[in-house]
């Protein structure tokens, strides 16, 4: 939404209040009967050329009689407020402003801002933070947002805002080709690219042949002391365990984490730590998010990338999407729409997937900067179907009952 502004200036000179107040008045009044005369016989010479007849006593003489039938122009009120705020359509929001509440982190996410302003005009106002700030934020906010548009690594907690109506329901015309699985039926959040939850191996460490093919092998006294993985600070840690929770239970998952550390699996801060261990060799397997093996990868490190529970009887490896929603009560909605709109474009996506080398969701479509030896695209990877209704919920019964288990150093 832009701001017009229109600044009132009277100016009058020292000592001429008086006489000079009066005069302005009188002549003030001469030039709005004039002019209230000659709009009304402008009025009758049209409604002539129209073939109207004209009512008796509607000349010039009665238009003096009566100044009152034509609205004198008024001085403007030196009181009033200097501001007044213009709504503009989506046609045109050049020159607008937008406040986007990210929980990507600003780095990575200020390339999509700059080509959103530079292709728009529209001019932004970025904040990051981690999910489950952004999302508190939002919730404190609710009487009166600052944010319009909400970017998130964790679909589970854009679909639980979005269940206690914090997001506006908007399906945009570029989200027609994402997986239904990946944006919300009620439009109140869509996917724009999206992460797996891998594998990472050190080659000179483990030999591909013996490098586990599931997550659930990883339990396994043959790789005691062997594997890393975030903490449950981590959305995309809590998201995986919340699908665990799902679809195996709560006894099954939380055996298989005790199981995990009581084979010596490490809990380190983050999923770049996890990738960066292997990397190095400190550490020869690691569960983590497909695009940190690329930078390992690009810096000619020895890991290899594997795609865990790609069997016929296997559930398959999770897909996360990043997503982007307009926030309820956005007082830029049009800038906001726009914003979905954009990110959801090739445009937009070039920026997201050069950044992080996360992949589009949609089928069929390259993965263009975000290539690399080992990497799949949507299509080629054998995923469960999920539900981030029910995710949402498990989140928090996953703090519950793993935080203590995955707190980094533990």
């Keep these: 939404m832009a701001k017009v502004l229109v600044h009132w200036s009277i100016e009058t000179r020292p000592g001429t209040v008086g006489k000079e107040q009066n005069r302005q008045k009188g002549t003030g009044y001469m030039r709005r009967t004039i002019l209230g005369t000659l709009l009304l016989m402008l009025g009758i010479v049209v409604l002539a050329a129209c073939g109207t007849p004209i009512a008796p006593g509607s000349g010039t003489d009665a238009a003096q009689s009566t100044p009152t039938a034509v609205q004198p122009v008024t001085e403007p009120d030196p009181e009033a407020d200097p501001e007044l705020e213009a709504t503009e359509g989506t046609a045109n929001l050049e020159g607008a402003e937008l406040v986007v509440y990210s929980a990507r982190k600003e780095d990575l996410m200020k390339p999509l801002v700059d080509a959103f302003e530079k292709e728009t005009g529209i001019e932004v106002t970025l904040?990051?933070?981690?999910?489950?700030?952004?999302?508190?934020?939002?919730?404190?906010?609710?009487?009166?947002?600052?944010?319009?548009?909400?970017?998130?690594?964790d679909a589970g907690g854009a679909?639980?805002?979005g269940e206690q109506g914090l997001l506006e329901a908007y399906k945009s015309p570029n989200a027609a080709k994402v997986p239904a699985e990946f944006k919300a039926a009620d439009g109140t959040w869509t996917g724009v690219i999206?992460?797996?939850?891998?594998?990472?191996?050190?080659?000179?460490?483990?030999?591909?042949?013996?490098?586990?093919?599931?997550?659930?092998?990883?339990?396994?006294?043959?790789?005691?002391?062997?594997?890393?993985?975030?903490?449950?600070?981590?959305?995309?840690?809590?998201?995986?365990?919340?699908?665990?929770?799902?679809?195996?239970?709560?006894?099954?998952?939380?055996?298989?984490?005790?199981?995990?550390?009581a084979n010596g699996a490490k809990v380190l801060a983050g999923n770049s730590d996890v990738a960066q261990a292997v990397g190095r060799g400190e550490v020869p397997?690691?569960?983590?998010?497909?695009?940190?093996?690329?930078?390992?990868?690009?810096?000619n490190n020895p890991v290899a990338l594997i795609?865990?529970?790609?069997?016929?009887?296997?559930p398959g490896t999770l897909v996360m999407p990043l997503t982007v929603s307009v926030v309820k009560g956005?007082?830029?909605?049009?800038?906001?729409?726009?914003?979905?709109?954009?990110?959801?474009?090739?445009a937009g996506q070039e920026p997201l997937t050069t950044q992080e080398n996360e992949f589009p969701l949609v089928p069929g479509v390259a993965l263009g900067s975000a290539k690399a030896e080992g990497v799949r695209t949507i299509d080629q990877i054998k995923r469960p179907k999920v539900d981030f209704k029910e995710l949402a919920e498990a989140e928090k019964r996953v703090v519950e009952l793993l935080g203590p288990e995955l707190t980094a150093g533990e």
């Excluded at 906010?141 to 690594?153: G, I, L, N, Q, S």
């Excluded at 006294?221 to 890393?228: E, T």
């Excluded at 795609?307 to 296997?314: A, H, I, L, M």
């Design 127 to 153: 904040k990051s933070g981690k999910p489950a700030e952004i999302q508190l934020l939002i919730q404190q906010e609710k009487a009166d947002p600052r944010a319009d548009v909400y970017f998130t690594t």
């Design 159 to 161: 679909q639980s805002l």
């Design 194 to 261: 999206g992460r797996s939850r891998n594998i990472i191996i050190n080659t000179e460490r483990v030999k591909p042949a013996n490098a586990p093919k599931s997550m659930f092998e990883l339990t396994d006294p043959k790789y005691k002391d062997q594997v890393a993985l975030a903490s449950i600070e981590e959305g995309s840690v809590k998201l995986w365990l919340a699908w665990l929770l799902t679809t195996r239970g709560e006894d099954f998952t939380v055996k298989y984490i005790k199981d995990l550390k």
């Design 285 to 299: 397997i690691g569960i983590t998010n497909h695009y940190y093996y690329v930078f390992e990868k690009r810096d």
């Design 307 to 314: 795609y865990p529970d790609q069997g016929e009887n296997d």
């Design 330 to 346: 956005a007082k830029h909605k049009d800038a906001a729409k726009k914003f979905v709109d954009f990110a959801l474009s090739p």
